[in-house]
């Protein structure tokens, strides 16, 4: 396929920066409009916040604009999607971050092939209720419909069926990138195979994505059929997940953390949800509507999900968790309780946003997620000690779900052949240095058993600890790519600072690599 470049940009050379030396005032403090860009840019756990320069370009050019301005006044850019990383990905103290979110167009859509092309701010909400219609689903969506393609795209997410349907970036057939020189690249895994894998999962330290095409995927029906099970601990619960990987189409697991002795840790209820086959669904034309799939904005028809938050807030706390998930256990006696029902493909697959801003039940502290992948026959023991080391020090998490994977190809892979058990936890002025003792005390286990995690969800991982697990190999690798995609370092995060350090020529990648 022919490469599409954009034109040349003016390049201004960064001024260069010595340890002893004062740096140069930056360029910026001269320019009136800056100012203006300045904003508080909050991670989606509200557990860390930074003050930065934000724009939001729609076109290519306003694009390569930003990039002219970051190296003109000698700063780092972040790229920022739907912002529903739970840590710092997007966060760029002091700096720039780049928000996406106007650049949402669909440009091409197939229902043929069931190819569809659209930019990187387009959210999940936006793409499936474009195809609903047609009879297509998107192929792997997160918990939330408020994430968008690109960051989909740069952290490779995955979904309740990546156990079957691998991650994002198996379903994305070729993409246009914008490098920070301003040169845009038609990517494929023909084209360039090194950096289609790199840029995927790549957590936007490459480039911009500025156009990416997906295959979606073809469905008879807006209802799933889902089938209810509650197990006793993680052990039964790794065993109902092999029992049904090659039944269903769906599979997620939400435990008690409060649940303890010797047979209970893990606790809770599992959902396994098949599509249904053509012929299956008597109302394809109304099931497939956006109307019919469209969450409620009312509880019990009467009380509106917007104040729920407020109504929840008294209840988010050790006594109140610990009721609801007990009550939660024990309903499980009800008749009806494990018969199998219909469910919407939005209502099943977006349970976080059932409750518009729940997450403000954790004010005024926040929240993290811990969420580790182990490896299938270390999962279930691993998982067990991180609930009872969480309950040994008193932090519990008040969300836990468990979910099963497999190994992918991208070169920042969190994939594993095994389970994943990603943990909510409060964060509190009093708790938080025992809660981020706790997380590097759990990594240490997870890398033990062969296990890895992903940083669309880190908030806590120390520097050294992504070599540990992706290995010298894949950290050499990414840091020559992102050497030959951004020689000056000008994509950056806070999350990258804590990981690997700045990023000149990914130099302090390599170090980490060579010390292993």
Not at 67 to 90: E, M, P, Q, W
Request: aromatic content about 10%; glycine content about 8%.
């Amino acid at each position: 396929m022919k490469r599409r470049r954009g034109p040349t940009p003016v390049v201004i050379a960064k001024p260069e920066r010595h340890a002893t030396a004062k740096a140069p005032a930056p360029a910026f403090q001269r320019t009136p409009l800056l100012p203006d860009h300045l904003e508080w840019v909050e991670a989606w756990g509200m557990a860390s916040k930074s003050m930065s320069y934000v724009f939001r370009p729609s076109t290519l050019s306003q694009l390569r604009d930003v990039f002219s301005r970051a190296r003109a006044a000698g700063r780092s850019i972040a790229l920022k999607g739907g912002g529903r990383s739970y840590g710092d990905a997007f966060q760029n103290n002091e700096e720039f971050v780049l928000d996406l979110s106007r650049m949402n167009r669909v440009l091409d859509w197939n229902p043929e092939t069931g190819i569809i092309v659209v930019e990187p701010g387009l959210r999940i909400a936006e793409l499936w209720r474009y195809i609903i219609g047609d009879g297509y689903w998107p192929p792997v969506v997160s918990g939330t419909m408020e994430t968008t393609i690109g960051g989909c795209a740069s952290m490779n997410i995955h979904g309740k069926n990546a156990y079957e349907a691998g991650t994002f970036g198996d379903h994305i057939t070729e993409f246009d990138i914008m490098l920070p020189s301003g040169e845009l690249k038609t990517v494929s895994r023909e084209s360039d195979g090194d950096l289609f894998r790199a840029a995927i999962s790549g957590f936007g330290m490459l480039g911009v994505f500025t156009k990416i095409s997906l295959r979606m995927k073809r469905i008879y029906s807006g209802n799933l059929e889902v089938h209810p099970r509650f197990v006793r601990n993680f052990h039964e619960m790794v065993d109902a997940f092999d029992e049904n990987e090659h039944k269903m189409d769906y599979m997620v697991g939400w435990s008690d953390c409060f649940a303890s002795g010797r047979n209970n840790v893990g606790r809770g209820e599992m959902h396994f949800a098949r599509h249904l086959e053509p012929g299956e669904d008597h109302m394809l034309a109304q099931t497939l509507r956006v109307k019919n799939q469209d969450l409620p904005d009312l509880l019990l028809h009467f009380i509106p999900k917007s104040i729920l938050h407020r109504l929840m807030a008294p209840f988010v706390n050790d006594f109140g968790m610990r009721a609801i998930n007990t009550a939660k256990w024990t309903a499980r006696l009800r008749p009806a309780a494990a018969k199998p029902y219909l469910q919407s493909h939005a209502a099943f697959a977006f349970l976080l946003d059932y409750i518009p801003q729940w997450k403000l039940c954790y004010r005024p502290g926040g929240l993290i997620q811990y969420q580790s992948f182990v490896p299938a026959d270390k999962a279930a023991k691993i998982f067990t000690q991180q609930i009872r080391m969480s309950q040994a020090r008193g932090i519990l998490p008040y969300l836990a779900v468990t979910k099963k994977h497999k190994r992918d190809d991208f070169l920042i892979s969190h994939g594993v052949d095994g389970f994943s058990l990603a943990l909510d936890y409060p964060v509190t002025a009093s708790n938080k240095a025992t809660l981020w003792k706790l997380c590097h005390d759990m990594d240490e286990l997870v890398l033990a058993a062969g296990g890895r995690f992903y940083f669309a969800k880190d908030s806590t991982m120390r520097q050294g600890t992504p070599a540990r697990y992706l290995g010298a190999d894949a950290i050499h690798k990414f840091a020559a790519i992102k050497a030959a995609c951004d020689p000056e370092g000008i994509l950056c995060t806070n999350l990258y600072r804590r990981l690997f350090g700045q990023p000149k020529q990914a130099e302090n990648m390599l170090e980490n690599a060579a010390s292993l």
